[in-house]
Every structure is written in C-alpha cells, then in structure tokens.
C-alpha cells in the first residue's frame, strides 16, 4: 500500500512526501489520495473530532514522487498561493531521462493542453512554460537532471524534455521506450523552497528518494569514479 512520508508539520503547514502512483486529488477511481491521506494523518494525530481543514496549493502528477506542501488554514493557503502566482516559490525536480542533453540549457515553449495530454505549440499558442536544469550525469545513454521550474503547467517537464528529444524514462505517454518499476515516471520533486506564511523566512523542505530509484541509480554508478556524486545520489536513497 502506498504511503506518504510526513517531513514537517506545524501549525500552518504539512509538509509530505507523496509516493510514486499515489495520486494527490481523489478521482473516479476511489484509490486513496494524497489529500485525504494527510487529512486522516492530521485527525490521529492531534485527535481532532469531525472534518480536518487541508488546504492545497499545487499538485504532482500521480506517476511522480517527490516533496508537497499543504496549508492547514485558509490564510496560509492564501498566502502560498500567492508566493507562486508572483513565482518566489523555488522547485527543484531530479530526472532520468534517454539520451545526453548539453550540459545546461533553458527551455522556452508554449504548451496547448488537450485533455490528459499536453504538446508543445508552435505559433506561441497557449502558456508560456520555462524550465532550466544541469546534467549532473550521463552513462550508457541516460542524463541525470536537476531542474528548477518556473512555471507550473501541465506535464510540463515531461513536454518539454520529450520534445528536445530526451523522453523521461518510465514515461511512456511522452516517447518513453524503457521501463521504469512500479509503472512510475524517473521524476522526483527534490526540493521546495517557500517563506512560512506567517513567520515569512525561507525554508526549504528536501524529498528523498525513494525505492523505485536504487537500480536504475546503481546502474548509472557502475562504471563511474566520481565519488562526490556516488556519495550525493546513495546519501539521498531512503533505507
């Protein structure tokens, strides 16, 4: 059963880190979500009768892992929504994905959403998606990617990257051609960083990964000496 892995609670905020195949809304398939799972979380732990108020403020796709923040009043939920419509919120993703990128790049495109898919436009239709990452690795046909997001559109880092030709591993919907476990996607929201709604500093909140990465990782190792990134990528595998 999935099941998602609490990383900081206050009274303003739930900070978790949602699974793999979870999804984060309830759909018409009944399979538990994110949402209610962090309901029920907060009414066992501080024993609260009837509803529990959970206020959410921005979504990852069901195959993707990685770090999510809820609000836990209405006011912080305000508040974070805030802090990404004037896009002071910083995300951080971590990807595997087919083929060796250049080393660094910026990608500007216009994506059409159409349904359950989105594509990328060609006449500067739609909205406006920006991304840059680094490649911290390639070997045997495969980059690994850290990437910051700068908007939030849908399926965006998986449009974008599958249109410059390096498909996410694992995401068959966006050219895909190798597996991934668990049916999941080779996407992990690594980090978040936000101010508290109320205290205002900054604070990051940083999601480990999680056992559908250790192989396709330890595959990667197998013929690398570099020993800062081998210690980088087995230091963040949750036992």
């Known amino acids: 059963m999935l099941t998602m892995q609490p990383l900081y609670l206050d009274n303003h905020l739930l900070v978790v880190c949602k699974p ?8 018409i398939t009944g399979d538990l979500s994110l949402y209610d799972a962090g309901r029920k979380f907060l009414k066992k732990t501080f024993n609260k009768p009837g509803n529990v108020y959970l206020g959410m403020v921005h979504r990852l796709d069901r195959p993707v892992s990685g770090v999510v923040v809820f609000a836990r009043t209405s006011k912080a939920a305000s508040r974070l929504s805030d802090q990404l419509r004037r896009k002071t919120v910083k995300k951080t993703y ?42 911290v690795l390639y070997k045997n046909d495969v980059s690994l990617l850290e990437l910051e997001l700068e908007t939030g559109r849908h399926h965006q880092i998986r449009v974008q990257l599958s249109h410059k030709g390096f498909p996410i591993i694992g995401d068959f919907r966006y050219g895909s051609k190798i597996k991934f476990p668990q049916k999941a996607l080779a996407l992990h929201a690594r980090s978040i960083t936000i101010s508290h709604p109320v205290r205002e500093e900054r604070m990051t909140f940083t999601a480990p990964l999680e056992a559908t990465w250790p192989e396709n990782i330890k595959k990667l190792q197998a013929e690398m000496n570099d020993v800062a990134y081998k210690n980088l990528i087995e230091s963040q595998i949750s036992e």
């Open 20 to 27: 793999a195949g979870m999804l984060i809304q309830k759909d």
């Open 94 to 135: 971590w990807a595997l994905v087919k083929g060796k990128t250049p080393e660094r790049d910026r990608l500007t495109d216009w994506i059409l959403r159409d349904g359950v898919h989105s594509r990328i436009s060609t006449t500067a239709e739609g909205k406006k998606a920006e991304l840059s990452y680094h490649r």
